[in-house]
């Protein structure tokens, strides 16, 4: 499988961050809506197994979306795993499987990082190309809202 990595420096601790993403259904859609319009709970209640669809805004092609299904989560590690099962990046760029990690990091007593880690297959190089740029710009501007959020929710 191909790998992507990327990290983004954030100035919050990792406990602010963590709290904001058990509740990034809901706030996602209101912190970036030209981004995510939606995120919905469509089978399961939050655990491994769930899954969920996350409508895009404006900023994204015309009817795009993706369900995802979380594979796990590492409480005590601050990480998450979740694959992309239809749509995504599975539609945009062509690929057959992606799976992404999310781990938060602490790097100081009020700082930490996200590390971003996704493996996937299929796709052209032209595609690669495109999707690298795209998901680590959109997983830049996720965690920079999510950490604008927690700074004001402080």
């Keep these: 499988m191909t790998k992507l990595e ?3 420096e ?21 912190l970036i809506p030209h981004a995510i319009a939606s995120i919905d709970v ?3 209640e939050g655990a491994p197994g769930s899954t969920r ?3 895009f805004g404006s900023g994204a092609p015309d009817g795009g979306h993706v369900k995802e299904k979380l594979v796990s989560i ?7 795993v979740s694959e992309e099962v239809e749509g ?13 990690t999310l781990k938060l990091i602490s790097t100081g007593e009020n700082t ?3 590390h971003f880690f996704a493996e996937y297959e299929g796709g052209s190089e032209e595609s690669i190309a495109k999707s690298n740029e ?8 996720t965690f920079k809202a999510l950490e604008q959020h927690a700074k004001s929710s402080a």
């Design 10 to 30: 954030l100035e919050v601790p990792v406990a602010a961050i963590w709290g904001a993403l058990k509740d990034q259904n809901t706030i996602l859609p209101k």
């Design 6 to 8: 990327h990290e983004v």
């Design 74 to 80: 590492d409480v005590e590690n601050h990480a998450i």
């Design 42 to 44: 469509v089978e399961g």
């Design 112 to 114: 930490s990082k996200l």
């Design 53 to 55: 669809i996350v409508k």
């Design 88 to 100: 995504g990046h599975l539609a945009q760029f062509g690929f057959t499987k992606w799976v992404q």
């Design 134 to 141: 795209f998901t680590k710009q959109g997983v830049t501007g």
